[in-house]
């Protein structure tokens, strides 16, 4: 009976609110998964380190995201930024519930492509001051 209700009421907000149904919510949800800043649980963890730690996540995921256009030739970096398409899409468009948990396969694909275009960068520099 509930979950009778809760396809009732699914069914009827998406002839209502098209649009808030297939843009809007879903695009929250990806700023919600690129771009966290709060917890549900205030007392899980201490407010300013929480954000720090979550900027300098997000920082490197666009520094993966970029490392993969700029390495876009290479196999490891079309994978992993159709991986991160893929699961961001189904995070954000088709589960609709934005879990860390579910991000973390991505977030470790990105870090080690911003890995390997820092590291392309400082090496190279390093190898023409030789």
Do not use: W
Not at 10 to 18: F, I, L, R
Not at 81 to 91: D, E, P
Request: aromatic share 20%; charged share 20%.
């Amino acid at each position: 009976l509930i979950a009778r209700s809760f396809k009732i009421l699914k069914t009827s907000y998406k002839a209502n609110h098209p649009f808030n149904y297939y843009f809007k919510v879903p695009l929250q949800n990806l700023k919600k998964a690129l771009f966290k800043t709060s917890l549900t649980y205030k007392s899980m963890a201490p407010e300013i380190p929480f954000k720090i730690f979550m900027a300098i996540r997000c920082l490197l995921i666009f520094t993966g995201l970029f490392a993969c256009f700029y390495f876009r030739k290479e196999d490891y970096f079309k994978i992993t930024l159709i991986f991160f398409g893929a699961i961001y899409f189904l995070v954000a468009a088709l589960l609709r519930q934005v879990e860390m948990r579910y991000l973390f396969q991505v977030d470790v694909l990105m870090l080690l492509a911003a890995a390997a275009f820092l590291a392309d960068k400082f090496f190279k520099k390093k190898k023409e001051e030789m």
